[in-house]
C-alpha cells in the first residue's frame, strides 16, 4: 500500500493512471461499519479490475470547523497500520484545514476525476464539500460510477458510528465497544512517574501520558491487557480523576521490570468496577486483592494467556 500525503486538491497521485475507486472519511477507529464500507470497496475493485484508494483526513475535520480539540479513537499511524494487511493500494492522508474546507463538492470531484479515480463507495445519507452541500445526488450526476454500501445498526438498533462508541467508552461500556469496533480498545503512552500511590500498596502501577488525543474510558477500574516491548501482559488499569484531568495506570500482573520512559499499549477488555473511596489502607488493598482475583478468573473463564 502506497501511503501519499496531499495538502490540496491541486496535488496529483496516481502515477501509474491505472482507474480507481474510492472511499473517503476520518475513518476513526475502523469500527464495523468503515469495515463495511472498505470491504464493498474491495470487492467492487476485484470485480472491475480497479485499484482501491482510501481517502482520510490528518485531523477530525469538526475540529479545525468548530477550532476545537476533539478525541479520537485511533492515531493516524493505527489507521494506517489496520490496512497493512488489506489489499489496498493507496492511502491518501489530506491535511485538513480552514482553506481545504472551502473547496466545493465539484472541486473535490474534479480533484477525483484527476487523478482517474473511476468509481466511488459511499453511504446514502453523505454529505461532503464545502459546508457538506455535496450529496449522494451530486456524485450520480458526475462522471463517476457510484455504488453504495448501507449503514450497519447493532442490537440495540443503533446506528455504528464513531459517535456511539465514543459515547460507549466513556460510559464504561468496553465490551460493547469493542464489539462495534471489532478490536480491543487501545491507549498508547509513554510510561511517566506518578505519586507511586500504588507502589506504596504493593501493587506498583506504570502511569501513562498519552500519546494522542485519545477517548479516555469512564472513571472506573478495567480489566486489560498491557504490552511492553512487543509482549502482552495481563493487567488492571484504572481511570481516575486527579487535578481534574484524566490519568491512566495499569497494574500488570506478574511483571517487574523497570519501564518508566517506554511506550506501551493498554488494551482495554471489559469494565470491573467503579472506583470508590475506602476508609483506610487496609480496606483499600483489600479491595485490590479481591479485583486482582476477579482479573485472574476473567482471563481463566476467557482463556487468555
Not at 470491504?39 to 470485480?47: C, E, G, I, N, T
Not at 453504495?148 to 464504561?172: A, G, M, R, V
Not at 509482549?231 to 488492571?236: A, C, D, L, N
Request: net charge positive; glycine share 4%; aromatic share 10%.
Amino acid at each position: 500500500m502506497k501511503v501519499i500525503n496531499v495538502n490540496n486538491l491541486t496535488a496529483k497521485f496516481n502515477q501509474q493512471n491505472k482507474p480507481l475507486i474510492a472511499i473517503w472519511g476520518f475513518f476513526d477507529g475502523w469500527h464495523l461499519g468503515h469495515q463495511a464500507l472498505l470491504q464493498a470497496m474491495l470487492k467492487k475493485a476485484k470485480k472491475y479490475h480497479y485499484q482501491s484508494l482510501v481517502i482520510s483526513f490528518d485531523v477530525k475535520p469538526q475540529s479545525i470547523l468548530l477550532k476545537k480539540t476533539l478525541p479520537i479513537l485511533l492515531s493516524n499511524q493505527d489507521k494506517i497500520s489496520f490496512l497493512a494487511n488489506k489489499p489496498v493500494d493507496y492511502y491518501c492522508q489530506i491535511k485538513f484545514s480552514q482553506e481545504f474546507a472551502a473547496n466545493s463538492a465539484q472541486d473535490f470531484i474534479k480533484w477525483l476525476l484527476d487523478n482517474n479515480v473511476a468509481a466511488v463507495v459511499v453511504n446514502p445519507n453523505l454529505h461532503f464539500g464545502h459546508k457538506g452541500q455535496g450529496s449522494l445526488k451530486t456524485l450520480q450526476e458526475s462522471q463517476l460510477k457510484v455504488f453504495l454500501s448501507q449503514d450497519l445498526f447493532d442490537q440495540k438498533h443503533q446506528k455504528i458510528s464513531s459517535t456511539y462508541i465514543k459515547n460507549l467508552i466513556e460510559n464504561k461500556a468496553i465490551a460493547h465497544a469493542n464489539t462495534l469496533l471489532g478490536e480491543k480498545y487501545t491507549l498508547t503512552g509513554v510510561v511517566v512517574d506518578g505519586i507511586k500511590e500504588g507502589r506504596t500498596l504493593g501493587f506498583p502501577t506504570a502511569n501513562l501520558k498519552l500519546t494522542d488525543n485519545y477517548v479516555i474510558p469512564g472513571i472506573a477500574t478495567y480489566i486489560t491487557t498491557t504490552e511492553v516491548d512487543g509482549r502482552w501482559y495481563q493487567s488492571m488499569t484504572l481511570v481516575i480523576n486527579r487535578n481534574n484531568q484524566p490519568l491512566v495506570e495499569s497494574y500488570i500482573l506478574n511483571f517487574n521490570q523497570n519501564i518508566y520512559g517506554k511506550t506501551i499499549k493498554v488494551q482495554f477488555l471489559d469494565y470491573l468496577r467503579d472506583n470508590i473511596s475506602f476508609s483506610s489502607k487496609t480496606n483499600l488493598i483489600a479491595q485490590i486483592n479481591q479485583d486482582l482475583k476477579n482479573t485472574i478468573t476473567y482471563f481463566q473463564k476467557h482463556k487468555i494467556s
